[in-house]
T-cell receptor, first 116, second 114 residues
Framework: AQTVTQSQPEMSVQEAETVTLSCTYD???????LFWYKQPPSRQMILVIRQEAYKQQNATENRFSVNFQKAAKSFSLKISDSQLGDAAMYFCAYRSRSNAGNMLTFGGGTRLMVKP | DGGITQSPKYLFRKEGQNVTLSCEQNLNHDAMYWYRQDPGQGLRLIYYSQIVNDFQKGDIAEGYSVSREKKESFPLTVTSAQKNPTAFYLC?????????????FGEGSWLTVV
């Protein structure tokens, strides 16, 4: 079974600064998908960014980018020019490419606080 | 607007009662999921369904039941056998069986046992 670990329960960043959230995962598969979801106080899960394991290029979405290190099984999220609205819980998630793995496996989350 | 609608937003259950959480989607998605989230923790999969009239147990299915009679609906029943049901429940959906499809979430339902 796959596991996802987020080792930072809480992080804080000054507004307009950059912060990196860590995620590691354990799998025996070679092809899979990785995601970062944001959960604001409203509790709705919002997709931030996704990465296909077969792609070497790191995914980027505006101020959000990832550092995907497949050999190290590491998938960190970098938030540039942090904004107050970025304050939320962030979850890293894994999804197998095999037909049986149709669901997401989540890490325990990192609470990001943004200081004005 | 297309999306996933969960109801009720807040639900209180007495000991020994069964309750049903509703999940409806108008995204024409084939796959639907139920996750449970406990305070300060990540999401854990309860049940999922890839097609109408078929569903599979997730990691924590004990004490829960589901049905998938229509493509757009995937209700979750929390039975009296679930010993600690107080939690936040999230319904989700995605297109087809292709596992690269992004999973989208509803706004969730809070269940509290009183």
């Amino acid at each position: 079974a796959q596991t996802v670990t987020q080792s930072q329960p809480e992080m804080s960043v000054q507004e307009a600064e950059t912060v990196t959230l860590s995620c590691t995962y354990d799998t025996s598969e070679s092809d899979y998908y990785l995601f970062w979801y944001k959960q604001p106080p409203s509790r709705q899960m919002i997709l931030v960014i996704r990465q296909e394991a077969y792609k070497q290029q790191n995914a980027t979405e505006n101020r959000f980018s990832v550092n995907f290190q497949k050999a190290a099984k590491s998938f960190s999220l970098k938030i540039s020019d942090s904004q107050l609205g970025d304050a939320a819980m962030y979850f890293c998630a894994y999804r197998s490419r095999s037909n049986a793995g149709n669901m997401l496996t989540f890490g325990g989350g990192t609470r990001l606080m943004v200081k004005p | 607007d297309g999306g996933i609608t969960q109801s009720p937003k807040y639900l209180f259950r007495k000991e020994g009662q069964n309750v049903t959480l509703s999940c409806e989607q108008n995204l024409n998605h084939d796959a639907m999921y139920w996750y449970r989230q406990d305070p300060g923790q990540g999401l854990r999969l309860i049940y999922y369904s890839q097609i109408v009239n078929d569903f599979q147990k997730g990691d924590i299915a004990e004490g829960y039941s589901v049905s998938r009679e229509k493509k757009e609906s995937f209700p979750l029943t929390v039975t009296s056998a679930q010993k600690n049901p107080t939690a936040f429940y999230l319904c989700a959906s995605s297109r087809g069986k292709f596992t690269g499809n992004t999973i989208y979430f509803g706004e969730g339902s809070w269940l509290t046992v009183v």
